[in-house]
């Protein structure tokens, strides 16, 4: 099945980076399953998490949410809640200051529109922010928010994206003072908006003998953290505004509270302490500012936590898309032309409205050639639930329709869904087409692939599940037996945009601090960039004290988001270590040399081997030697280095998911038998660990394929708002799950390194599809696929084929 | 109020007000291991065991506990002698952010203790009420499995630590 083997005029040989694959025989640290350097303090209960301290004399804050989709507010009467016993403060439009910003926690300047406010006259969804107690005690912050009398002048409210951008609507934003770009236009609902291509696809859809053209949609979905938003405000001796945070992103945190609460960022402290989960949903600087509001205002701690209620229906989501995929394709099957148009909800606020709906085109289209592209793209502020970052960032809508789509090419053509991918699939050496056109709200640099394992992907992943056998399911019987595919890319970091720092020291025993602005919140990148520092220094992860994210003490990082950490701070982390090897070589030719004994000392004659510096012949000084004689006795500094990176270039990991599933016909219920997931992240640094992110972010969007979605009354309030409600999958239904790790070697990463952490939610949506469509010959252009679909689309397919008994009496 | 109880192995008395559930009563009690994740009893990161019967203690008024025994995540192990369950945990690599991982070592306790020997479906039935956004279950699965096979060689769970 290799594209060779297929003759179908491959140039080259599939590079997968195999020249540089006797790296893999040298590492001693990269690429081995090393314990976590976390996991036994978390297993014993032990780990601080940012509610897990309580400070003398802090307050509780709770909040008012509106309960109207749209609203004025003309006045709130707060006499009644101030005098519940404990209550301290009460804050509000009507005394806080109104400064626009953007809740996206994006890097300066951010390209989200400017259209939220700490608390703003208007409210524009149900759940959006009214007023905020805070209190002695949560019960009675909680039962004065109750006695908070608003008047409201309620606004006619609009949900759908197609009414919200028609003449005529209600206009959400019409405040004078809100700013976006790219498309930005508030007075009909647009939040961005973008046309962007390469080629000329009119005339590469004229030359296709076929094309094919259909609308896709996928709806919300909730991160589910396990931990929910959470932050700790304090103020320090030095009269500082220290906050403990539940967050992905603290140096952008403290950029953008030191704007809109005035202060300087100097007197700002953000630190992120152990974070249950994130997967985007804290890359929103959410409820950070309403601590640090009352903490400043009061002077007294103040701590302010999400409920789980709260965390469905007034935290971030997943932006929910209609998806126009059309597709113009040779009979032999080559590609020509493809075009995308996308339609998102970005809800009340705007919130990476741009950013995420330009991934869906950027990660998805460049996959697989065609002579010209067309992407054409608008987001629509509507008064329901706010989108957001959210893992995959826009690809997994992209990726469900343009999977499906590619499918049913590929069924019209009677190719082989794989063979039919293989042929058009970029080859290394390709550049991304729409690079330049879909940059960070700005022009994006060229991107060249280097490794591709896209190939060996789907070669192993097929025999793992045995592909060839879907051919000979027999599905007489009411359950139906289906498998599907696709083929996945990502990106890995931010080019020309993130950047990442490190900062590393030699201690007298030979171990290092590594200071690290990355944020581990649950991915393992603690543990990933200290195996990274003790591979480069060549010492045991043991001898690496890693501490992250503390913009007072930690170098800058971007924050945990875009796939970027183990490609964009692992570099920077490697940078820092190469630097301190050079300085311990240094240091070691000048004690040999103090002692006399100069032969072989030359930089370039040294190696770092084991824990020491080592001579041509043989002699050799230990590092904790070194930085004895470096602190007490000669030659006196401390040996410490630092790096920082930022790339241009954006190594995107490639995989391809194949999926088995059972439908029952008669229920609608669809079974996950088994799921295989190949994935190129170059190389593993800690293989379990991809392995982990791969199993956990396919089986979240197992549900987004299946059974998370909100569900809204008439008026725009949310139904479904509860673990019990919103049906996420369980340990029950994960099915028989096997991961593969395709060996490539990235050569601009670390130690080869590309991303993992966001590609593999890009698969479960479309290749769960396509499964169900081979099993039931149904094709669902929509998500969830849940049971009521399955049995509506079934019952309507018995009555065209009018196929008798079984279907026909129920 | 006062409740008294046997909290992992030791007598301890919690003071709480009536309406409070066990799960405040515990982290005010220094035992920030149990976490909350929704309170409404749905996700399992607040379990702890009651006279060693699994419970979500945020639905588990801390009056209710007067007179019983309760086992936190503490209990188990510590740093100085990790539980073959907490051990089985890292070496997995189940644990990822970690915040369900102390309410799933509470069940695997719960589960091994009444069967030594579980299947792979009994361990998935065990993890059933314990919500898990980062693993896909499937190592915290794996886990679980290793866990029995490390526990009936130590044979500790039966003992299950202090408790
Ligand atoms: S916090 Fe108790 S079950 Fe979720
Ligand atoms: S490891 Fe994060 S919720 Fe389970």
Redo the contacts between chains.
């Keep these: 099945m290799s594209a060779q083997q297929q003759g179908n005029g491959a140039d080259q040989a599939w590079d997968t980076g195999a020249g540089s694959m006797g790296h893999y025989d040298r590492f001693k640290v990269v690429n081995k ?1 090393e ?2 350097v ?12 940012t ?2 301290i ?1 400070l003398p004399g802090m307050l509780h804050v709770k909040m008012l949410w509106s309960p109207h989709a749209h609203a004025r507010i003309k006045a709130i009467d707060t006499s009644e809640a101030e005098r519940v016993p404990g209550v301290v403060a009460i804050y509000h439009c009507f005394n806080v200051k109104p400064i626009r910003y953007t809740t996206a926690g994006q890097g300066h300047p951010e390209p989200s529109p400017y259209d939220a406010m700490i608390f703003d006259p208007k409210v524009r969804f149900v759940g959006d922010r009214v007023a905020c107690v805070a209190a002695e005690d949560e019960r009675a912050a909680a039962i004065a928010v109750k006695k908070i009398k608003v008047d409201y002048e309620v606004l006619p409210a609009v949900f759908d994206t197609r009414e919200a951008i028609a003449p005529g609507a209600p206009v959400i934003h019409d405040e004078p003072d809100c700013t976006g770009i790219a498309g930005f236009d508030p007075k009909r609902n647009i939040a961005a908006a973008m046309e962007v291509g390469h080629g000329d696809t009119d005339a590469a859809f004229a030359k296709a003998d076929l094309v094919l053209e259909h609308w896709y949609s996928v709806p919300y979905q909730q ?6 938003h959470v932050a700790i405000a304090w103020l320090d001796e030095d009269d500082r505004l220290v906050l403990r945070c539940a967050t992905q992103v603290p140096f952008h945190s403290r950029r953008i509270l030191a704007r809109i609460l005035e202060i300087p960022v100097q007197r700002i402290r953000v630190i992120k302490p ?4 994130g ?1 985007g949903g804290k890359q929103e600087v959410l409820l950070d500012d309403i601590p640090a509001l009352v903490t400043l205002r009061t002077r007294r701690p103040a701590r302010f936590c999400y ?2 209620q709260e965390e469905f229906s007034s935290a971030r989501t997943r932006h929910p898309q209609r998806l126009r995929w059309k597709t113009g394709v040779k009979k032999d099957g080559t590609l020509v032309a493809q075009e995308l148009e996308v339609l998102a909800n970005t809800g009340a606020y705007g919130a990476h409205a741009l950013t995420v709906q330009g991934c869906t085109a950027g990660k998805t289209l460049p996959l697989y050639r065609a002579d010209a592209y067309k992407f054409i793209m608008t987001t629509a502020y509507t008064n329901l639930p706010v989108g957001g970052a959210f893992r995959g960032y826009g690809g997994p809508q992209g990726f469900f329709a343009m999977e499906a789509h590619m499918d049913e090419v590929a069924d019209l053509l009677g190719l082989d869904p794989a063979e039919f991918r293989s042929k058009n699939i970029l080859r290394p050496g390709d550049e991304n087409p729409l690079a330049k056109a879909l940059g960070e709200g700005k022009e994006g640099p060229p991107q060249k692939i280097r490794s591709c394992g896209v190939q060996e992907c789907i070669d192993r992943g097929a025999k793992a599940i045995g592909w060839e056998r879907r051919l000979s399911f027999k599905n007489d019987g009411p359950i139906k037996r289906g498998m599907g595919m696709t083929c996945l890319m990502h990106g890995s970091g931010i080019p020309g945009v993130d950047m990442a720092a490190a900062f590393l020291k030699l201690n007298d025993d030979g171990s290092f601090n590594l200071l690290v602005g990355a944020t581990d ?4 990148s603690d543990t990933i960039l200290a195996q990274i520092a003790a591979e480069q220094l060549s010492v045991p992860l043991s001898k690496i004290q890693i501490y992250s994210s503390d913009t007072d003490i930690t170098p800058f990082d971007k924050g945990a988001y875009a796939s970027s950490t183990t490609y964009i701070s692992g570099t920077a982390v490697q940078k820092a270590a190469a630097g301190v090897c050079e300085q311990l070589k240094r240091a070691a030719a000048e004690m040999w040399r103090h002692a006399g004994d100069p032969t072989g000392c030359e930089l370039d004659q040294l190696s770092c081997e084991d824990q020491h510096v080592v001579r041509p012949d043989g002699k050799k000084l230990s590092y904790s030697e070194i930085c004895l004689s470096t602190f007490y006795e000669h030659d006196q500094h401390q040996i410490m280095h630092y790096g920082s990176h930022m790339s241009f270039e954006c190594p995107p990991p490639f995989s391809a998911h194949f999926a088995e599933v059972e439908v029952d016909t008669e229920t609608g219920g669809v079974k996950l038998l088994r799921y295989v997931a190949a994935v190129d992240c170059g190389v593993a640094i ?1 293989p ?2 991809c ?2 992110q ?7 969007m197992m549900g987004y394929a299946l059974t998370e979605d909100y569900i809204f009354d008439g008026n725009g309030r949310l139904l479904n708002d ?3 409600d919103y049906k ?5 239904d ?1 099915p028989d ?1 096997q991961t593969i790790l395709v060996r490539t070697y990235e050569p601009s990463g670390p130690f080869g390194a590309k991303s993992v952490s966001e590609i593999p939610t890009d698969g479960p949506g479309p290749t769960i599809a396509n499964a169900i469509a081979q099993a039931l010959g149904i094709r669902f252009r929509k998500l969830p696929i849940t049971p009521e679909e399955i049995r509506k689309a079934w019952l309507e397919k018995a009555a065209r084929t009018s196929r008798q008994p079984a279907e026909a009496r129920v | 109020m006062k409740v008294r109880l046997t909290l992992n192995g030791e007598p301890a008395t919690l003071t709480c007000a009536p309406w409070e559930f066990l799960t405040e009563a515990l ?2 009690h220094g ?10 009893g ?2 399992g ?1 607040c379990s702890v065991l009651l006279d060693g019967e699994e419970v979500a203690s945020c639905i588990l008024l801390a009056a209710q506990a007067d007179g019983h025994a309760v086992t ?3 209990g188990l ?3 100085e002698r ?1 539980h073959p369950i ?2 089985a ?3 997995a ?1 189940a ?8 309410g799933m ?1 509470i069940a695997t306790q719960a589960l091994l203790a009444q069967n030594p020997a579980p299947t792979e479906r009994d ?19 794996a886990a679980v499995l290793q866990a029995a096979e490390r526990c009936r060689a130590g044979d500790v769970a039966k003992t299950g630590g202090r408790s």
């Design positions: 399953n314990r976590r976390d996991a036994l303090k978390l297993a014993l209960g032990k780990g601080t998490y509610d897990d309580t991160h589910c953290a396990l931990e929910p152990r974070i249950g989960g997967f409920t789980r919140i649950g991915t393992g800690h379990e660990s392995e982990g791969t199993e956990g972010g396919a089986t979240t509860t673990f019990r996420q999958f369980t340990s029950l994960v799950f | 982290r005010r035992l920030i291991g149990t976490k909350r994740g929704c309170e409404t749905d996700c990161a936190t995540v503490e192990g510590g740093f990790p907490q051990e945990f890292v070496d690599t644990v990822q952010c970690g915040y369900c991982t102390p070592v361990a998935r039935e065990c993890l059933a009420g314990h919500l898990c956004r980062c693993t896909g279950y499937v190592k915290p699965i």
